[in-house]
Nanobody, 124 residues
Framework: QKHLVESGGGLVQPGGSLRLSCAASGFTLDDYAIGWFRQVPGKEREGVSCLSSTGTSRNYADSVKGRFTISRDNANNTVYLQMNNLTPGDTAVYYC?????????????????WGQGTQVTVSS
């Protein structure tokens, strides 16, 4: 069975850091474009970061540029999102995705695979 499982979420103080992980099972991530999206209750899901299957194209939402870094570890079939200098505005459920074609920040549905989500709460 093919699926994605996120981990690494939690409660962190403003200015702190977290690293989210997304492990793939049943398929090889290096054949897929990958990305991270987030959603706050009552609001639409928004794109956070995308990474092409070749690794040559990275995109970030303006709100996270310079603070978040997306990466992949093909040997471990895992995607990461390093989040630094977190603010309360980053509080959300974070979802990873994988698609055999591409990832677009403005496209928030229709991808091949989604994880179940991991909660990130930034609060003092």
């Amino acid at each position: 069975q093919k699926h994605l499982v996120e981990s690494g979420g939690g409660l962190v103080q403003p200015g702190g850091s977290l690293r989210l992980s997304c492990a793939a099972s049943g398929f090889t991530l290096d054949d897929y474009a990958i990305g991270w999206f987030r959603q706050v209750p009552g609001k639409e899901r928004e794109g956070v970061s995308c990474l092409s299957s070749t690794g040559t194209s990275r995109n970030y939402a303006d709100s996270v540029k310079g603070r978040f870094t997306i990466s992949r570890d093909n040997a471990n079939n895992t995607v990461y999102l390093q989040m630094n200098n977190l603010t309360p505005g980053d509080t959300a459920v974070y979802y990873c995705m994988a698609d055999s074609y591409e990832c677009f920040l403005r496209v928030t549905q229709g991808y091949d695979y989604w994880g179940q989500g991991t909660q990130v709460t930034v609060s003092s």
